[in-house]
């Protein structure tokens, strides 16, 4: 008795907003019921965060900045992307005014945190945009987001520090689902325990926990203030894990959803591999197990799969050398405007069940904080999607020195994320909005 | 007084150990990040008058910046400044330039005030953070509690933020991954129990070589006798189809069969044809003989096999071949090797009775052992080995190796071993083809196997993890039966002091692992079951997890015992002390001087030792560069697998023996020798070292070996696997040899574009960074060291000449378009001493003593410490090159000198 009265209080001491996923809401109504077509009420929100690395080729990725609105040509390295035109947006100007490295296109990305902002710390960080729309869009789904990563390609690629393009609220890097097996794992891994020993087993683990917080309560007690910062990580593991076991309870008996698409092949690396991550991310919006994801993308096996056998960092760097350089950044580019492309039809193809798409809910963001090379200026940046209220079909050149941040507040708004900065925002920005 | 001697008399103050008052700490920081006073001019001429007190231009005033940079607003301004300036932006192009050679002097400086600035902004001062373990040292501690090695892969590798990872700040912890590490000991247990099980189980299984080449032989008669059977049912179709009498019908079939093979598919229409299945061809074999002409065409193999059959002592052993492709006799790999299904988990050892055959090219006398599956895909190999045997006199090599209960779960049982390289598909098939060329058969036999022995070896009882022996005398195989309550709490507290290295279970804790117990008990769990749930949950609590130095007030205070001994061990092994150790700790003998230092002897001489050595050095050289990108097999062919892991090992291997030795740590900057084994002697063309052990080895005079730079490693970390690359050499050696780092890569620098696809030299090239002031500044000092290793190929190989192929626009190389150039190596450094060649540059590194060993102080502090090592350290920093520097830096005074200060002895 006296370990549950413990551990409500612990709780409700937490600094986590602890959302409680109900059965009768939208999310699940719509699965449970997904057979018999119902629900026409208002379809939820979602996001989807796609980050490359080491930029683009700024010669032929860019539409000119003298073509500004909607009567643009579109560059060889968006030409895959001709179909969408009118349903993407291409941002022009964003900066993220902090971030002075040229090796780290995601690290801040989504955060917009001025790396050396602590002193006494070496390294710095906050929440990036992503955690910050799970925190309200993902309360009633199964995951609160999805996090997906590309595993030892990521280094290589030109992401900078992290684990993944997520930043919890502490400023902590997000570790994610390395491969398309595993995300495929997490979302449909069917779970055959019969219902009672489930309820047995979460009160196990809770009581399991209860032992773990009182073995961190008294080591907390004998360390001095910097420990217990660090301390402070054991006890929000704690935290997150009573979160998600909370979350678990609540959809003990609903059934995991059958996976739309086939379970993934393993040892899939480069083109193949990101095309199955998006069929993925599609499979978990369809089944509406999350409604933020995630992409960290790998560029150096894209490369390889591409037949390039040139590294991904050198290639950054064509300007000043041979042909072939030029040549593999504009075949990255290509491949991923084809990537991207196949997401954007597979978002449109996807009916909600009122007979939208997927893609009239769904905000999609596409870029890096890195241009080309070491050049952080105008950080390439593509919006589509209908989710968060934007105007499409736009070469939208902003005005210089625009945050980054300024576009994500803009989005989270839009989705109905009612928060009033985000990193270094400085406002939304109101060219943006249709 | 200069900042220095200000630290020194902090330092007056030092306390000896045992005192159990809180420790006085260093004296206040003076401000460093300072920039000079001369710089003001080119602000003052250049920008001030749009950002001065008048027009305030974009809100930003440089004529009241401080040159002095002591909190992060004014960084942040002066950050801007540096941006703004390296991108061109500003000033702006229509007004007035500064001089070229000011400008650079003034971006130089401030890049390196920044660099600075962030350091000393950042200090922390001296507190070492709440150390997780992080993923290796937690490996190593489940491995020395429980003895068993788990697969702690999908934990994150710690290396996530910056600087090492043993650095407390970056070792984060997420609900993910506790609950990982609450899996991941219950795997340890699991294992952990099993091995106990069979701790005394010792087999044996030997496969005998030449049984493996009759399987091989009998296949290859089988197919040669199949071939005999298809070329009679081609005749037989052949015949029947030229009957005068089946003209017309062929005729027609011509129509749509236009070759003989294709005619042969309808051989049922003509009549007379044979059945495939008269010759002892299978039923689909009617239907589609495309099954049996692939028995057709063996006679590359047929003349490989006579080549075979020829040769040597094939009554007793097998050779390994290097065939592409199946069909010969021998085996490309040794089939059939495989643990035997009732051998369980534990250590292993491999013993191959082998030899090389007489004419066997020194390169090709290595043989290669692995696991299938071990690491997936391509499956590389394991190790690889010298095999020095002959014919006459084979020798026996044995090979140890863990068999992991993860590996028998995957059913990981096969194990391999083949010629080196002969795993690469891509290389043997030109390799054979090469060889057929040449000898009309095929590549020759270099290895032959006697036989290959598996071991299990049994754990004798004093070889009992002490986390198992802890547990007493209670049971846990699956039938056991729950002891005494009693029983259960003294083996959970023994555990626990274990799993804590040395620190008593505190109150209350083994009540309620008492009860965690009894509840799994009550659902159902079997004893040993609900034990080894207990026992999880204490390797997933904070004590286990973190090295806790508790440490109520904010006041500095010496360490304990225990807190030392495990301080120690985790620098010197990256895992917990062992008995010995714990044993001093515990009777205080440890915080001894004499004794704390014959112990650090003691832990540098074990071969845990390798836990730092590796660890350490991949980190402080940055060695992960080596497998960021692929080597281009087709140009470098004898750059292989093999070589690229024993150039690796190298790094390690040379320190390794400077620790051994305690000799000095500047033979890393030049030596008169190398520390290599036969696979390097063989790349390097030195003569006469055999065998796998590395071993110190003398150069000959004039020899561009001998210290990392002369490494194949380190050389080949500076090219991106076909190409060199100067800049990322040069600053490799500023940043680990010279103890100058350059500022990180700028952002927004305009790339220098013009040059792209132009016959030039890799010089002429790299010349135009000293056109901008943006790039020269740095490049000033960094390409001229880059320029003197260029005698260096992308693989580490000596090269006197270069060249540059230029692609055509369909990206072939053009003909017309190749340049090739004697290699020109002397350079200037900036504002240093000239050289003329590499042995030159060499030789001004080699001077530099001090700064490496300042290098490598700060690099040893940050990893052992925990924390990045600030300017608040640069008395200890002063301190142990001073130390070492008495002792003509050898090697473990550094490590002693910082065992000894009082930073590592305190919380």
């Not at chain 2, 505190?506 to 749930?533: C, F, N, S, W």
């Not at chain 2, 055509?808 to 060649?837: C, M, N, V, Y």
Request: charged fraction near 25%; aromatic fraction near 8%.
């Amino acid at each position: 008795m006296k370990a549950s009265l413990n551990r409500r209080h612990f709780l409700q001491t937490s600094t986590a907003l602890i959302a409680l996923p109900f059965l009768e809401s939208l999310g699940f109504r719509r699965f449970a019921s997904a057979a018999s077509g119902a629900a026409a009420i208002a379809r939820p929100k979602r996001m989807i965060f796609l980050g490359f690395g080491w930029g683009v080729t700024h010669e032929s990725w860019y539409p000119s900045l003298e073509q500004k609105g909607p009567d643009y040509e579109l560059p060889a390295g968006l030409a895959p992307l001709a179909r969408h035109k009118s349903d993407f947006t291409v941002v022009q100007g964003l900066v993220n005014k902090y971030v002075s490295s040229g090796h780290a296109g995601s690290t801040f990305w989504l955060t917009g945190a001025n790396e050396f902002g602590e002193p006494g710390q070496s390294f710095h960080n906050s929440i990036s945009a992503d955690q910050v729309a799970a925190g309200f869009l993902g309360k009633d789904t199964r995951f609160d987001s999805l996090v997906l990563d590309c595993g030892a390609a990521a280094q290589p690629s030109g992401h900078g520090q992290g684990l993944s393009l997520s930043w919890d609220s502490r400023g902590k890097p997000m570790s994610g689902q390395k491969t398309p097996v595993e995300a495929f794992h997490r979302l449909f891994a069917k779970d055959t325990t019969p219902l009672e020993q489930q309820k047995a087993m979460l009160q196990q683990r809770r009581s399991v926990l209860d032992n773990a917080l009182e073995n961190a309560r008294e080591l907390q007690r004998s360390l001095c203030k910097t420990d217990n910062a660090k301390l402070d990580e054991y006890f929000q593991s704690i935290r997150d894990i009573e979160t998600r076991l909370s979350r678990d309870e609540k959809w003990l008996g609903v059934p995991q959803p059958t996976p739309p698409i086939a379970e993934p092949k393993a040892d899939l690396a480069g083109y193949q591999e990101i095309k199955l991550m998006y069929d993925i991310m599609i499979a978990a919006l369809q089944t509406d197990s999350t409604r933020v994801l995630t992409y960290r993308q790998p560029v150096t096996t894209l490369l390889t799969s591409l037949d390039v056998r040139i590294d991904a960092h050198t290639m950054s760097h064509y300007p000043g050398k041979g042909p072939e350089y030029l040549e593999a950044s504009e075949k990255r580019d290509f491949a991923q405007s084809q990537l991207l492309a196949g997401l954007l039809d597979q978002l449109k193809e996807t009916r909600e069940p009122d007979g939208s798409s997927l893609f009239d809910h769904t905000t999609v963001v596409y870029g890096s904080n890195i241009r080309t090379g070491h050049s952080l200026e105008n950080c390439p940046t593509i919006l589509a999607g209908r989710g968060s209220g934007i105007r499409l079909g736009h070469n939208l050149v902003v005005s210089k020195d625009t945050p980054l941040c300024n576009a994500w507040l803009t989005l989270l708004q839009g989705s109905g994320v009612s928060v009033e900065r985000h990193g270094d925002s400085t406002g939304v920005i109101p060219a943006l909005i249709a | 007084m200069s900042p220095l001697s200000l630290h020194r008399m902090g330092r007056l103050g030092l306390l000896p150990l045992c005192a159990a008052a809180p420790i006085a700490w260093s004296a206040p920081e003076t401000p460093r990040a300072v920039m000079p006073e001369r710089h003001r001019a080119l602000l003052e001429q250049h920008c001030q008058g749009c950002h001065g007190p008048e027009k305030q231009k974009g809100k930003f005033r440089v004529d009241d910046l401080p040159l002095t940079i002591t909190d992060l607003a004014t960084a942040e301004r002066w950050q801007k400044v540096l941006g703004a300036m390296n991108s061109g932006e500003m000033p702006p192009e229509e007004e007035k330039q500064p001089e070229a050679r000011i400008k650079t002097d003034f971006l130089d400086d401030l890049s390196q005030v920044m660099v600075t600035a962030r350091k000393s902004l950042g200090d922390q001062k001296g507190v070492i953070a709440l150390r997780r373990l992080n993923r290796r040292e937690y490996r190593n501690t489940l491995r020395d509690l429980l003895g068993v090695s788990v697969d702690v892969s999908e934990l994150p590798s710690d290396t996530g933020v910056q600087g090492f990872d043993t650095v407390g700040a970056n070792l984060f912890l997420t609900g993910n991954q506790l609950e990982q590490y609450e899996s991941l000991g219950r795997d340890a247990l699991e294992e952990a129990f099993q091995a106990h099980e069979s701790a005394a189980l010792n087999k044996k299984f030997r496969l005998e070589a030449e049984s493996i080449h009759r399987v091989a032989l009998k296949r290859n008669r089988d197919s040669l006798d199949a071939m005999e059977r298809v070329n009679r049912w081609i005749r037989a179709v052949d015949e029947a189809a030229a009957r005068p009498e089946n003209a017309t019908i062929v005729g027609e079939l011509r129509k749509i069969a236009k070759t003989d093979d294709a005619l042969r598919y309808h051989w049922k229409k003509i009549p007379g044809a044979p059945s495939p299945m008269e010759f002892g061809f299978d039923k689909t074999s009617e239907v589609n003989p495309a099954g049996v002409y692939l028995f057709r065409d063996r006679t590359d193999f047929i003349r490989y096999d006579e080549y075979y059959l020829g040769l040597p002592h094939l009554d007793t052993g097998s050779y390994l071949t290097v065939t592409a492709g199946y069909g010969a006799t021998g085996a490309a790999v040794i089939q059939g090797l495989g643990i035997p299904t009732d051998f369980p988990p534990g250590e292993y050892v491999v013993r191959i009775r082998a030899a090389a055959t007489p004419d066997a090219p020194a390169g090709r006398r290595f043989l290669e052992f692995g696991q299938k599956g071990f690491a997936g895909g391509g499956t590389p190999a394991m190790s690889v080995h010298h095999i020095t045997g002959t014919l006459d006199a084979p020798e026996v090599i044995e090979i140890p190796f863990t068999f992991t209960r993860q590996s028998a779960e995957r059913k990981f049982r096969n194990l391999f071993i083949r010629e080196r390289g002969a795993g690469d598909q891509g290389k043997i098939a030109q390799v054979f083809q090469e060889a057929r060329k040449r000898n009309g058969f095929g590549p020759e036999a270099a290895l032959w196997i006697d036989w290959i022995e598996i071991e299990r070896k049994q754990t004798p009882p004093e070889a009992t993890p002490p986390g198992i022996r802890a547990l007493g005398s209670i049971p846990f195989d699956k039938e056991a039966a729950a002891p005494e309550p009693e029983k259960i709490r003294t083996a959970l507290a023994n555990f626990i002091k274990e799993a804590y290295r040395g620190t008593a279970a505190p109150e209350g804790l083994v009540d309620r692992l008492a009860r965690i117990y009894d509840a799994r008990r009550g659902v159902g769990d079997t004893h040993r079951d609900a034990l080894k749930q207990t026992l999880a949950s204490v390797l997933a609590s904070p004590r286990f997890l973190y090295r806790a130095e508790p440490q109520p007030d904010a006041e500095h205070r010496p360490l304990n015992g225990n807190e030392l001994a495990t301080r120690l061990s985790y620098f010197l092994w990256g895992g917990p002390p062992d008995a010995t150790l714990r044993a001093l700790a515990e009777s205080g003998e440890l915080l001894k001087p004499e004794v704390l230092t014959a112990q650090t002897e003691r832990l540098l001489e074990h071969p845990n030792a390798a836990q730092f050595i590796r660890p350490f050095l991949t980190q402080w050289l940055a060695l992960d560069r080596l497998d960021l990108f692929q080597f281009h097999k087709g140009l470098y062919p004898r750059f292989d697998d093999a070589t690229k892991s024993a150039a690796r090992q190298e790094v390690y291997e040379t320190f390794s023996h400077l620790l051994k030795e305690n000799g000095r740590l500047s033979d890393l900057l030049s030596a008169d020798y190398v520390v290599i084994n036969a696979v390097l002697a063989d790349y390097y063309g030195i003569a006469g070292v055999t065998g796998d052990g590395f071993r110190k080895v003398a150069l000959p005079a004039g020899s561009p070996r001998g210290g990392l730079l002369g490494m194949a490693a380190i050389m080949a970390m500076g090219s991106n696997g076909q190409r060199t690359n100067p800049v990322e050499r040069g600053a490799w050696v500023l940043r680990k040899l010279l103890h100058e780092p350059p500022p990180p890569a700028p952002a927004n620098v305009p790339e220098i574009a013009r040059l792209a696809g132009k016959l030039l030299t890799t010089r002429e090239r790299l010349r135009a960074h000293q056109e901008d002031p943006q790039c020269a500044s740095c490049h000033r000092k960094i390409d001229p060291i880059g320029f003197g290793l260029e005698n260096f190929d992308a693989v580490g190989q000596w090269r006197t000449t270069d060249s540059y192929q230029a692609l055509d626009a369909s990206g072939a190389p053009d003909p017309g378009a190749r340049k090739t150039w004697t290699i020109e190596a002397a350079a200037q450094l900036h504002k240093g001493p000239a050289f003329r060649d590499y042995f030159g540059l060499r030789e001004i590194i080699a001077s530099k003593k001090e700064n490496f060993a300042r290098a490598f102080t700060s690099a040893l502090i940050e990893y052992a410490l925990g924390r990045p090592c600030g300017f608040s350290d640069e008395t200890l920093v002063e301190d142990m090159v001073k130390q070492a520097g008495e002792k003509s830096f050898a090697t473990r005074e550094f490590i002693h000198a910082l065992v000894r200060s009082k930073e590592f002895q305190s919380k």
